[in-house]
């Protein structure tokens, strides 16, 4: 059984720092891409970033690229998505999501993905 937990939201100040981790198990995420989606209130899904299955290759959306990092401990099959120099703007609830279907960029796209976590709060407010 999948199974994806979120832990690292919060509140933190313009300019600061947040990783957000995804504890995985019942599976391995060595054959499966992950994905890191937001969603802000009023607005649609967002996807963030993403590891591509296999190759482990990386992608961003443009409003986030040079200030997150998607990352994965294949030992703690655990995904991070460190957020530096946050911006109000990125205030949202993120959730990661993992699924063998998407190959590619298409990580990005979350209709791909069938196995979602429960989302964390950030929030980002001075």
């Known amino acids: 059984q999948v199974q994806l937990v979120e832990s690292g939201g919060g509140l933190v100040q313009p300019g600061g720092s947040l990783r957000l981790s995804c504890a995985a198990s019942?599976?391995?995420?060595?054959?499966?891409?992950i994905g890191w989606f937001r969603q802000a209130p009023g607005k649609e899904r967002e996807g963030v970033s993403c590891?591509?299955?296999?190759?482990?290759?990386?992608y961003y959306a443009d409003s986030v690229k040079g200030r997150f990092t998607i990352s994965r401990d294949n030992a703690k099959n655990t995904v991070y998505l460190q957020m530096n120099s946050l911006k109000p703007e990125d205030t949202a609830v993120y959730y990661c999501?993992?699924?063998?279907?998407?190959?590619?960029?298409?990580?990005?796209?979350?209709?791909?993905?069938?196995?979602w976590g429960q989302g964390t709060q950030v929030t980002v407010s001075s």
């Open positions: 999501a993992v699924d063998p279907k998407p190959s590619g960029r298409l990580c990005l796209r979350g209709r791909e993905y069938d196995y």
């Open positions: 019942g599976f391995s995420l060595d054959y499966y891409a």
């Open positions: 590891i591509s299955k296999i190759v482990g290759s990386t």
